[in-house]
């Protein structure tokens, strides 16, 4: 099966830093991929979509200015959370749509915990 | 806007019982239904699907069939494993590709 991975798989860090989250689609190749947030007990609340070489588009009340998304190949997606506070602590996953299937294959995901 | 409902759990079953687990859709089109699966400590995996009205998808046991009558998508298993515990969720996609999730079901299966 289509094969997603993400990376860092965890990370800390101090408030006011920036973190960056790759996403890489392994043995296919995504022109789309996704960026979910994901709180304890709840479901996926989807952030953004990202399109390779061009702009990201952001789900309403995602600021587009501290969750910054570069799709610069069709493997490759970051996120950026830039200056990170606290409650920017999250589990972050994501997903590359594999156009043959049109279905999306998710990433382990990034949990990050912001001192 | 799209939406999907599905039962809230945690639900609790012996080895060998039989599993439902609802879930229902609200949609303005035809969206294509997914059942994910997130086993502890990992990310999400794809299931099952179905794309049209009438379809069943199926996979290691687990069925499902897009019932655009009742806009259901119900997963059932006729008898669960241990290795069976996990979170599901449904999720609807229309044809953005977006995926609209349910809240997830965690699912505890008890030797």
């Known amino acids: 099966g289509a094969v997603v991975s993400q990376h860092p798989s965890w990370v800390i860090c101090k408030s006011g830093t920036s973190v960056k989250i790759e996403c890489r689609s392994l043995?296919?190749?995504?022109?789309?991929m996704f960026w979910y947030r994901q709180f304890p007990k709840q479901s996926l609340m989807l952030m953004a979509t990202s399109n390779e070489g061009s702009k990201a588009t952001y789900e309403q009340g995602v600021e587009k200015d501290k969750f910054l998304i570069n799709h610069a190949s069709l493997t490759l997606s970051t996120l950026t959370v830039t200056s990170a506070h606290p409650e920017d602590s999250s589990f972050y996953i994501c997903s590359a749509l594999q156009g043959s299937t049109d279905t999306q294959y998710f990433g382990p995901g990034t949990r990050l915990t912001v001192l | 806007g799209d939406s999907v409902t599905q039962m809230e759990g945690p639900v609790t079953l012996s080895e060998e019982a039989f599993l439902t687990i609802n879930c229902t859709y609200t949609a303005t089109g035809y969206p294509s239904l997914f059942w994910y699966v997130q086993y502890p400590g990992e990310g999400l995996q794809l299931l099952l699907k179905?794309?049209?009205?009438?379809d069943k998808g199926s996979n290691k046991g687990f069925e499902a069939t897009y019932r655009k009558e009742t806009t259901s998508f119900h997963l059932e298993k006729g008898s669960v494993q241990v290795s069976d515990s996990a979170v599901y969720f449904c999720a609807l996609s229309d044809r953005s590709e977006k995926l609209v999730f349910g809240k997830g079901t965690k699912l505890t299966v008890n030797p």
């Open positions: 179905a794309t049209k009205a009438d």
């Open positions: 043995d296919f190749q995504a022109t789309t």
